[in-house]
């Protein structure tokens, strides 16, 4: 497995600014993703952070809203850009660690409040 | 699409047993996970089936059929600690991960 942390743990913002998510892990790993789970519902994939070139996005989620940054094998940030109250939610950077099963293991999640 | 179905809510008593059921779409199956997310927390692995049976692991076990897109994760000699969202997670071959909708779990005593 990996420690994987998050920063910050939670926040409350207000609407139109924009909050940068980090995720650290203790070990290089190939892939990172970025999740949100709004209240209730399960996780959905926003993307998938490639370190060295551009975030691959789920349908429904574009750079401008959530840019990506992925400079090395164990660092993420995501932002949430021009906030509303439909961003309120979790947001969950996870890594797989190419072994065998390949199985995601998730940071503790940052919980954002949007007002 | 990929689908992913699950009960959404079940409860249960203690020390008894529970059987929570998934179904997928199978086209492009790769892999079949089980997460445990406690309320405020994040998923935790549970399991994993790739083949066609069950996968005991202590008071957990997961099946799995390929051929009718179907998984279950059955708990046994329930505890109060097992109350929890229980996530049913499919890998495609497009290395995709997609989530059901996760089934609540209340234990009771």
């Known amino acids: 497995s990996a420690v994987i942390s998050q920063k910050p743990s939670r926040d409350i913002c207000q609407r139109g600014t924009s909050l940068t998510i980090q995720c650290q892990v203790d070990s290089q790993v190939t892939m990172m993703f970025w999740y949100r789970q709004q209240p209730g519902q399960s996780l959905t994939l926003i993307a998938t952070a490639n370190q060295g070139s551009e975030a691959t996005y789920e349908s429904g989620f574009v750079i401008d809203k959530f840019p990506i940054s992925r400079p090395n094998l164990t660092f993420s940030t995501l932002t949430v850009s021009n906030m509303s109250p439909e961003d309120s939610s979790i947001y969950l950077c996870s890594v797989d660690l190419a072994a065998s099963p390949d199985t995601q293991y998730f940071g503790p999640g940052t919980r954002l409040t949007v007002l | 699409g990929q689908n992913i179905d699950q009960p959404t809510e079940m409860t249960a008593t203690e020390g008894a047993i529970v059987q929570i059921n998934c179904t997928y779409q199978t086209s492009g199956f790769n892999g079949l996970f089980w997460y445990q997310q406690h309320a405020g927390e994040a998923p935790t692995f549970l399991s994993y089936?790739?083949?066609?049976g069950l996968e005991e692991k202590g008071r957990f076990s997961s099946f799995l059929s390929r051929s009718k897109g179907y998984s279950y994760l059955l708990l046994k000699e329930l505890q109060m600690k097992d109350s929890a969202s229980y996530l049913c997670a499919v890998t495609y071959n497009n290395n995709d991960m997609r989530f059901g909708a996760g089934t609540r779990l209340t234990v009771k005593p």
């Open positions: 089936n790739v083949l066609d």
